[in-house]
């Protein structure tokens, strides 16, 4: 018996073949003995369910076997598939007869290719200084074992992999992160891109790009100022009240040039004067009650507290505080003297003063 094995003629086979792809094969038997041949049929390493047209043969008869077989990954990673078959046939007196093997040999292109898939959490509203988490999921989507994979992106940094080598079809996880600028609040958002590469062999394979957008709010500064002054008791003239200054930012920027204007004190001093979003600070000042302020009764005072040069204000806050007042009556009178002389009696003063 003879073999010749052929991809069929027929077929438009593209190679080098592909993983996944099926080829057709022809398996041409011919009898070259001399005695007709009975249960005829072939075998294929790599083929099953070959199928021939008749199961006798006489001598010098041919005919033509199919089989297809399917392209495997494994043959991509080799590169080629080689596969061998073999006629067999039967005497009508028994013998068993076989054909020489015949074997082919196809090339197999490898296909190698990444993909990357990345995520941020786009739920809520980034600001200056938070920072925004990044996860890659990276997938080996050819059929070569690829190595040394790292993920780059053109915002995050110091990303990770749980693995850098991936076999085909396996995936792997990698993270980064990156901080919010005061750029990227004046843009509104943060967009960035990033791709897989790995390495096979001398080759490298690159992913098509994937982005990830996170909105960000924009410069929002603000101040918020509590002013606090004790006032359980009345003041005399000449006594010095002392006010406390609260001073939060309550904006999403950083604060400088923090300072408090009262419209009684002129002596406020800050124990900071730059804030970063969240932070405050304490304030004080005096102010040293007037005859005016006695024949007012009260002294009512309002702050505000101001930054960036007065561009940022606050609300304004008032605190106000009796002052005593009391007049003068008969044998109680005594002549005025001293700093803490008032008029409520003329030129006398009362001996409660």
């Known amino acids: 018996?003879?073999?010749?094995?052929?991809?069929?003629?027929?077929?438009?086979?593209?190679?080098?073949?592909?993983?996944?792809?099926?080829?057709?094969?022809?398996?041409?038997?011919?009898?070259?003995?001399?005695?007709?041949?009975?249960?005829?049929?072939v075998t294929h390493d790599r083929v099953?369910?070959?199928?021939?047209?008749?199961?006798?043969?006489?001598?010098g008869q041919t005919m033509t076997c199919t089989g297809t077989y399917t392209v495997t990954d494994a043959d991509g990673l080799a590169g080629s598939v080689?596969?061998?078959a073999l006629a067999h046939g039967t005497t009508p007196g028994g013998t068993t007869v076989d054909s020489p093997p015949d074997s082919r040999t196809i090339g197999v292109a490898t296909s190698?290719?990444?993909?990357?898939?990345?995520?941020?959490?786009?739920?809520?509203?980034?600001?200056?200084?938070?920072?925004?988490?990044y996860t890659y999921t990276v997938t080996n989507s050819g059929d070569g074992t690829l190595t040394g994979i790292p993920v780059v992106d053109d915002r995050?940094?110091?990303?990770?992999?749980?693995?850098?080598?991936?076999?085909?079809?396996?995936?792997?996880?990698?993270?980064?992160?990156?901080?919010?600028?005061?750029?990227?609040?004046g843009l509104g958002n943060v967009t960035n891109i990033a791709f897989a590469r790995g390495q096979s062999g001398d080759t490298t394979v690159e992913s098509p790009p994937d982005s990830a957008r996170v909105d960000v709010v924009t410069n929002r500064p603000a101040l918020r100022l509590e002013k606090s002054v004790d006032d359980s008791?009345?003041?005399?003239?000449?006594?010095r009240i002392t006010y406390t200054y609260t001073v939060a930012n309550t904006g999403n920027?950083?604060?400088?040039?923090?300072?408090?204007?009262?419209?009684?004190?002129?002596?406020?001093?800050?124990?900071?004067?730059?804030?970063?979003?969240?932070?405050?600070?304490?304030?004080?000042?005096t102010y040293t009650v007037t005859e005016a302020d006695a024949a007012a009764g009260e002294i009512t005072n309002?702050?505000?507290?101001?930054?960036?040069?007065?561009?940022?204000?606050?609300?304004?806050?008032?605190?106000?505080?009796?002052?005593?007042?009391?007049?003068c009556h008969g044998k109680d009178c005594k002549p005025c003297q001293g700093k803490d002389c008032h008029k409520p009696c003329a030129d006398q003063r009362c001996d409660a003063y």
Request: hydrophobic share 30%; with cysteine; charged share 15%.
């Open 1 to 41: 018996m003879n073999l010749v094995k052929q991809v069929s003629a027929a077929s438009d086979v593209p190679l080098p073949l592909t993983p996944g792809q099926q080829v057709p094969y022809e398996y041409v038997v011919t009898n070259s003995g001399n005695t007709t041949l009975i249960d005829v049929n």
């Open 48 to 59: 099953t369910g070959i199928s021939c047209p008749g199961s006798t043969l006489a001598s």
């Open 82 to 84: 080689t596969n061998t």
């Open 112 to 133: 190698l290719a990444l993909s990357l898939t990345k995520s941020a959490d786009d739920s809520r509203l980034y600001e200056v200084g938070d920072q925004v988490t």
């Open 156 to 185: 995050a940094t110091g990303i990770t992999c749980q693995a850098t080598t991936l076999a085909p079809g396996a995936s792997t996880t990698c993270t980064g992160t990156y901080t919010v600028t005061e750029q990227d609040a």
């Open 233 to 239: 008791r009345p003041y005399r003239v000449g006594e």
């Open 253 to 285: 920027t950083e604060l400088s040039d923090v300072t408090v204007v009262d419209d009684r004190v002129t002596d406020v001093t800050c124990q900071a004067t730059t804030l970063a979003p969240g932070a405050s600070t304490t304030c004080t000042g």
């Open 302 to 327: 309002v702050a505000v507290a101001t930054a960036d040069n007065g561009t940022v204000r606050s609300e304004p806050d008032r605190a106000t505080v009796q002052v005593e007042s009391k007049p």
